[in-house]
């Protein structure tokens, strides 16, 4: 199935999916064409689909994974995983751990950053632009009064004196420009930014109420590719 769309509605798309996987296999071609489907193999010359194919660069790609790490290098895909080839060594990851998969001009960040339980609002100082594929991992424990928590969250939700009310304390939230919309990350997120700013972490919990612990979180931002470009974001599945 291929969607005939501009690239700033499939963004759009993106984001209110909330997450990456739950749009399964999107390709962006260099044209901005917009192709959704099953990814089934890719080599130096295609990306084969359920029902069709599309053509790739034969250059190297530019991959984000989604525990944050990044590589330049050639590109394989067989059985749902990814092999990526490049001077000095390789790498094999199955391809729901895959962010995004870019070829030509294109640039990544990621950095690893401590999030206190207690301490509110982290600025990451990371430059988040509008369109950007984001991927965010995190790990920790925080103690509550009322039990341990992991990026998840406990099972009950926020109270109306958590930082997020509407999201389950303990849970691990971020948003886009100090006065951006926070959102639920937990242990793993990826999706398309809608906005742009810089990225602030927080753990969400009660004001004035004892919680110790942090958590550790793998975050990768990169570029949106623009005309000329061509970009996998494969389901995360």
């Not at 930082?163 to 303990?170: F, H, I, K, W």
């Not at 990826?190 to 958590?215: D, F, H, K, Q």
Request: proline share 5%; net charge negative.
């Amino acid at each position: 199935m291929r969607l005939q769309a501009g690239f700033t509605a499939f963004l759009a798309l993106a984001l209110t999916a909330g997450c990456a996987g739950r749009l399964g296999d999107r390709m962006v071609s260099s044209d901005g064409t917009v192709a959704v489907g099953r990814l089934l193999s890719i080599d130096d010359v295609s990306a084969e689909f359920e029902g069709f194919s599309l053509p790739v660069p034969d250059r190297p790609a530019r991959v984000m994974l989604r525990s944050g790490a990044a590589y330049t290098g050639s590109v394989a895909v067989t059985n749902r995983v990814l092999d990526l080839s490049f001077e000095g060594g390789s790498v094999s990851a199955p391809l729901k751990q895959v962010a995004c998969i870019v070829w030509g001009a294109t640039y990544a960040e990621s950095a690893l950053f401590d999030v206190p339980a207690a301490s509110g609002w982290l600025d990451t100082h990371i430059e988040v632009r509008q369109g950007s594929p984001v991927s965010i991992c995190s790990g920790g424990r925080a103690v509550f009064g009322t039990g341990t928590s992991g990026p998840e969250g406990l099972e009950r939700t926020g109270t109306s004196v958590s930082t997020v009310p509407e999201a389950r304390d303990g849970t691990l939230m971020a948003r886009i420009g100090e006065s951006g919309e926070p959102f639920s990350v937990g242990a793993q997120w990826g999706g398309i930014s809608g906005s742009e700013g810089e990225l602030w972490l927080a753990v969400n919990t009660p004001s004035g109420r004892p919680v110790t612990g942090v958590y550790t979180a793998s975050v990768a931002v990169g570029e949106a590719p623009g005309q000329g470009c061509v970009a996998i974001y494969p389901g995360k599945r």
